[in-house]
């Protein structure tokens, strides 16, 4: 697994999605509420271990976690054409919606 390609942004839509705060997440996975905030804001890249970890708390494959580099490059191209913050947006009240 390439955690170059890991995304933080899935991690929060989970916690969002299953009604979970900072806190019970963190403690989940035995990290710091800090450090989680940084993974899902995408300012720290997790070890494999968290990542194992957060794949069995929220029942999920690990491989699920983790982005293809061309959905990667056809994001790139979306974020050069509109502002980053809106495209923020978009993506928390999308991952909100169940």
């Known amino acids: 697994m390439n955690l170059s390609y890991f995304s933080g942004f899935k991690i929060k839509a989970l916690r969002l999605k299953e009604n979970k705060n900072l806190q019970e997440v963190s403690e989940?996975?035995?990290?710091?509420?800090t450090y989680l905030s940084l993974i899902e804001n995408g300012k720290k890249k997790p070890s494999k271990k968290i990542i194992y970890k957060a794949a069995h708390y929220f029942?999920?494959?690990e491989n699920s976690l983790v982005e293809s580099s061309s959905f990667l490059q056809?994001?790139?191209k979306v974020a050069?054409?509109?502002?980053l913050s809106d495209l923020i947006v978009a993506f928390e009240i999308l991952s909100k919606k169940e």
């Open 59 to 61: 029942s999920v494959p």
């Open 28 to 33: 989940g996975l035995g990290i710091t509420k």
């Open 74 to 76: 056809d994001l790139a």
């Open 80 to 83: 050069d054409e509109i502002d």
